[in-house]
């Protein structure tokens, strides 16, 4: 059923409302014309829309769709400022939920081309067609027409020949205008879209659901994208994203949409890949579309022109609903040795098993000879119920070990690592005073206020001194070695409270592990190899797998043997 407010007239604003409204629509490029067109498109609920480009949309853009429609006093007012069918009152901004709202588009598509609007209304026995060119009207005549609108842009520029130099070519302007096509698509699985350029069709995403949607947009492999879905009060969300292997080496693949508008919020895409961290290595990039539907009384989508960028009242609370609805899937995908487990009774008082690595000087926190409290069980898992037999380290990082029908060679580093961080994790960090309090230059009264108590559990206490300013004054053993690391992360103030835990004991931990090149005792590699294959997920907490398996039988058939 079409939004109430979208199946209004179109009238002019009160002057008193447009005044509340962020600078108007900026027709720069082609890819502007494409967005808007598209916009007012969907609001009209449209179930088909089909693109036509010519020259890179410099020649031509042509947006034909199913909707609607418009009536001759619709179209004598809709290219007029603040000409809008979608918002009456200065309150409607405040709960806004469709895509266009500002009655700016198409006065300005007019203003810098040669615009032609063709639209009948269901219920109409003729449609009309109106025609601008530079801002002037030059036609509005009845005509023979289909239900639906359809605009067409040529000529874009023609009169502004200063900023027509300044395009692109042809071939970048078309691939923008392809990218603003997908960004409408994508969120709008139920209708059907057409990109056609010179003439050839380039895109067709019919009708579909959501992941098939993103699959077809990008050609990606359904059985390669993992869904989510997850819901708190005022938030739906929903995500379709690539499995741990399906990455990239830039975030373009990396998409938030809010009410079914691409927006750029660095806060979300940070927490998307906060949620793969212990998936992804470093460098790499996950594959995921994220939708989310927010209450609109709490997003204000009036800050910027083209609505790109959103503020939240409760931006906190939508990081973490994302971290959790990406983290479902993908813990199927924690790594292990591939075997059973044989869980040991429990040996009140037990000591468990350790070993010394030796410890580099000045690194404060101890390796794995650190014992778990009595009654606690250690931070390693079960004993495995194969027999591990270590063979060796070899060039001098990778310890090569034998379990079963398979061959490891597992990364010293990223293992110890992986050990030290699950421990930092398991047991309480005790604060140390420091005999010189780290400064936190710059850093915001409120962020200390709001942040202190998280911090304290993290064994970081925070007081201000002379001169008003705020410093580290006491530290966990297991931290000094991050002084300057942590100084900078607590000033940014970014991420929650547990995502700058998971960072700086993850620092900690890679600071304190054993490093490429150094050469272990055997007895120490052993049980090293031993307590890594027996990790419920074997990465390190950035995101690297600790060892590479090559199989019996993969052995067999390289050299050859039946």
């Not at 009060?233 to 998409?255: M, N």
């Not at 940070?270 to 997003?299: K, M, N, R, S, T």
Request: glycine share 8%; proline share 7%.
């Amino acid at each position: 059923m079409p939004d109430p407010i979208a199946s209004r007239r179109v009238r002019i604003l009160r002057e008193d409302v447009s005044r509340k409204i962020a600078a108007g629509e900026v027709i720069d490029r082609p890819l502007s014309v494409v967005r808007e067109l598209l916009d007012n498109a969907l609001d009209a609920g449209a179930r088909n829309v089909d693109v036509y480009l010519e020259g890179g949309g410099l020649a031509r853009i042509r947006v034909v769709d199913d909707g609607e429609g418009m009536c001759r006093e619709d179209l004598e007012l809709c290219t007029e400022r603040h000409a809008t069918s979608k918002i009456v009152h200065e309150d409607d901004l405040a709960r806004v939920s469709t895509l266009g709202f500002r009655g700016e588009a198409l006065a300005s598509i007019a203003a810098c081309a040669r615009l032609t609007l063709t639209s009948r209304q269901a219920d109409a026995s003729e449609g009309w067609r109106l025609v601008v060119e530079g801002g002037a009207r030059r036609v509005l005549e009845p005509c023979p027409a289909v239900r639906g609108t359809a605009a067409d842009a040529a000529e874009l520029f023609f009169n502004l020949p200063a900023r027509r130099k300044f395009m692109k070519s042809v071939s970048s302007e078309a691939q923008g205008c392809r990218q603003s096509f997908l960004d409408k698509a994508l969120p709008h699985p139920q209708t059907g879209f057409r990109f056609f350029a010179d003439g050839a069709l380039k895109v067709f995403l019919p009708p579909q659901e959501l992941k098939e949607r993103a699959a077809a947009a990008y050609a990606l492999d359904p059985v390669h994208l993992l869904t989510g879905e997850g819901e708190s009060a005022g938030a739906r969300i929903r995500t379709v994203a690539g499995r741990p292997e399906l990455v990239r080496q830039d975030r373009r693949l990396i998409q938030v949409f809010v009410n079914r508008r691409r927006v750029s919020d660095f806060s979300l895409v940070q927490a998307v890949e906060y949620a793969y961290g212990e998936h992804v290595p470093g460098g790499a990039f996950p594959i995921a579309f994220v939708f989310l539907e927010v209450d609109p009384a709490q997003v204000d989508f009036n800050i910027h022109p083209a609505k790109k960028e959103v503020r939240f009242r409760n931006l906190g609370e939508l990081r973490q609903l994302l971290i959790g609805t990406l983290r479902g899937p993908l813990a199927a995908f924690n790594l292990g040795a591939g075997v059973q487990r044989k869980q040991p009774p429990a040996v009140p008082g037990s000591t468990p098993l350790t070993f010394d690595l030796g410890q580099p000087p000045g690194v404060a926190v101890s390796p794995l000879a650190q014992a778990a409290p009595a009654g606690q069980p250690a931070s390693r898992g079960a004993p495995l119920e194969r027999e591990v037999v270590y063979h060796g380290q070899v060039f001098r990082l990778f310890l090569l070990a034998e379990m079963g029908d398979s061959l490891f060679l597992i990364d010293q580093h990223a293992a110890h690592e992986r050990l030290l961080f699950e421990e930092l994790l398991a047991h309480p960090l005790a604060p140390q005073e420091l005999l010189l309090p780290v400064p936190l230059a710059g850093i915001q009264e409120s962020l200390v206020l709001s942040r202190r108590e998280a911090w304290g559990r993290l064994g970081i206490r925070v007081e201000r001194g002379e001169g008003g300013n705020y410093a580290v004054t006491a530290l966990p053993e297991e931290l000094l070695c991050l002084e300057e690391e942590l100084a900078d992360a607590l000033c940014s103030g970014t991420g929650s409270p547990e995502e700058l835990r998971q960072n700086i004991l993850s620092q900690a931990a890679c600071r304190s592990a054993v490093k490429d090149g150094e050469e272990l005792d055997p007895l120490a590699a052993a049980e090293l190899v031993r307590r890594a294959l027996n990790l419920d997920n074997a990465r390190c907490p950035h995101g690297r797998p600790l060892w590479m398996e090559v199989r019996r039988s993969e052995l067999w058939k390289a050299v050859g043997r039946p």
